[in-house]
């Protein structure tokens, strides 16, 4: 009789997550950053239809890097949840640290569970506050293995992150406006690519507590054009 292939489960763990991260460096990095009134979502996507962010719910938004029919599918989840969640209770009840714990949940249970592969995703989740005169903004972190983190400032995830990262850590400045948060965006990802990114292969959207209700927004054309002729 054979003897059964042996794999440790720190070795298992390992090579899970070096698939894992492979898979999410492939892509095109994604850039987070708050201003005055909110969140704003910068990256390089050519597509016109397959977005890597969206409205979750009212005050909730959601990015992510990876492969795309996996984040889709959380993507997808995440708005059943927070609509079931919502009609039950109140809408205030749904709040991006609940969405986000689900989300590492469910990613850590993929991890390491018996699927053949864990996702190649990272995600961000991100809430502004209902009073557009307050200044309190969260933007969670969810890694391909469950681990979830509390950024604030700025936050960049997808491949080359580090460079992206020293960009904004000598260029972000509190208070900034909308407009100057996703020049900054655009400069940080165009540095660290060592070319410039046309708008038309941008994807650009974000929170703004200024807005009536429903607080996501999406700049495409003409107004993103305006926004990043503005500096």
Known sequence: ????????PEQMMKDRAEY????????????????????????ENPS???YKTSEIYDRIGFAAVGRYNEF??????GIRLADVKGYQYAREDVTAKSL??????ALGAIFMGAEAKPYEVELLIAEVDGDEDA?????????YDGSIVDESRFVAIGGETEPLSEVLESRWE??????AAVRL??????????????PDRLEVSGLDSTRSRRRFFRLRDRELATALDAG
């Open 135 to 143: 200044a309190r903004h969260e933007l969670y972190h969810i890694l």
């Open 100 to 105: 986000a714990n689900a989300y590492s949940q």
């Open 185 to 198: 965006c655009v400069a940080a990802l165009g540095e660290t690519a060592g070319r410039d990114v046309a």
């Open 1 to 8: 009789m054979a003897t059964p292939f042996y794999v440790s």
């Open 174 to 179: 509190p208070e900034l406006d909308r407009d």
């Open 20 to 43: 894992a991260r492979k898979g999410i460096a492939r892509g095109r990095a994604l850039v987070a950053v708050e201003f005055a009134h909110g969140v704003v979502f910068v990256s």
């Open 72 to 77: 889709e599918s959380m993507r997808v989840a």
């Open 48 to 50: 016109r239809s397959l």
